[in-house]
């Protein structure tokens, strides 16, 4: 295949340059090459990602995009197999467009990896998708079958996520487990939108960061649209999350809010509103401040407090084995829960650390 640029004319095997003007070209990677990869985000404002599949334990890198790229996945994106932590793909940029063309998918194959364990054991597993952006927007994506956690998103600033559609479902039955949809950390004004996810985990978990919003989401088949686990690391501070009209439905959890037991930091200025629950397993409502991995201590410490929460419109139904709302909590404050309804579990729980006039109750 040949590689046109304005003075020279190259030969090469997977990527084509077709120039724009004197200063933009659009380059199609049709085979994967790293070293073409790199060049192309040398060379190229347009970057189309055609019909490729990843060499085994190498990261789709493109991490070194010029400001103002735009990348365009075009039909089916694999990664060959091989255990490692990952990332499959990685991008870093500032005033960065990622978009997919009508039927692309990247697909994971998640089913090589997906042994019931996740990130707890067994094989290593790759993670999906690294972001880094700034000034950017990623919309339209389709991600199916990813080996475990899906979106990575650290140390950004103004992002737009939008019509993302992420299906798992496949994990349900096939050893799916800890697939996050969206993990946000030390990020900043960060809005995810408009978008479909099916996996076995957090849709979203919010483990730091400021501004964020979340919102007009479909969750089914995992843990709730939560924040946290808040604790442990080198940022602990959550403040100014919104998330509405959003909709979780067959999952362990609805909303949650969980804080490391013993840990510092914050969480404030957080909003529930308009959520719809249907079909939830375990609690429609959980706020805890005990979490430790895979087994709670049962004792809030309040080294982490929740303050400043509104839960507005929240209606659906728990299974009867579940429990609608489970608050244990030290510390918490300025807490406003108006419209509540949410019904089905009979399970009793024991609540601790409700603010006086909160309007709640277990």
């Not at 199916?144 to 992002?159: E, G, T």
């Not at 030390?186 to 995810?192: D, E, L, Q, R």
């Not at 919104?242 to 969980?258: F, H, L, P, T, W």
């Amino acid at each position: 295949m040949r590689c046109w640029l304005p003075i020279l004319t190259v030969l090469v095997t997977s990527l084509t340059i077709i120039p724009q003007n004197t200063s933009a070209a659009s380059c199609t990677i049709s085979k994967y090459n790293a070293n073409d990869i790199r060049n192309a985000q040398n060379d190229c404002s347009q970057i189309v990602i055609n019909n490729i599949e990843v060499a085994a334990g190498e990261t789709l890198d493109l991490t070194h995009l010029k400001q103002g790229t735009k990348v365009i996945f075009q039909g089916t994106i694999t990664w060959a197999y091989k255990e490692w932590s990952g990332p499959l793909l990685s991008v870093a940029g500032t005033n960065i467009e990622i978009t997919g063309a009508s039927g692309h998918v990247l697909d994971g194959r998640g089913s090589l990896w997906w042994d019931g364990l996740g990130t707890n054991g067994g094989k290593t597993k790759p993670q999906f998708f690294r972001v880094k952006l700034t000034n950017s927007n990623i919309d339209n994506i389709n991600i199916k079958n990813s080996p475990v956690h899906i979106f990575s998103i650290s140390n950004c600033d103004n992002l737009v996520i939008q019509q993302i559609n992420i299906d798992n479902s496949a994990g349900d039955s096939g050893g799916g487990h800890n697939t996050d949809a969206f993990d946000v950390g030390n990020s900043n004004a960060i809005t995810i939108k408009h978008s479909t996810v099916y996996n076995q985990d957090d849709c979203l978990a919010i483990n730091s960061g400021t501004n964020i919003v979340f919102a007009d989401n479909y969750c089914s088949g995992g843990h709730g649209i939560s924040i946290g686990s808040v604790g442990g690391r080198d940022n602990n501070v959550v403040k100014g999350v919104q998330v509405y009209r959003c909709e979780v439905a067959n999952s362990d959890n609805g909303i949650r809010i969980k804080t490391v037991y013993g840990a510092t930091g914050s969480v404030s200025d957080v909003s529930y509103e308009d959520i719809t629950l249907t079909g939830i397993h375990r609690y429609g409502i959980i706020i805890e401040g005990d979490y430790e991995n895979g087994s709670p201590t049962g004792t809030p410490t309040g080294g982490v407090p929740v303050t400043d929460l509104t839960v507005k419109n929240v209606h659906g139904t728990v299974d009867s084995s579940g429990a609608n709302v489970y608050i244990l909590v030290q510390n918490a404050a300025n807490w406003y829960f108006s419209g509540i309804s949410v019904t089905g579990g009979s399970k009793t729980m024991a609540c601790t650390g409700i603010p006086s006039g909160a309007g709640i109750s277990c």
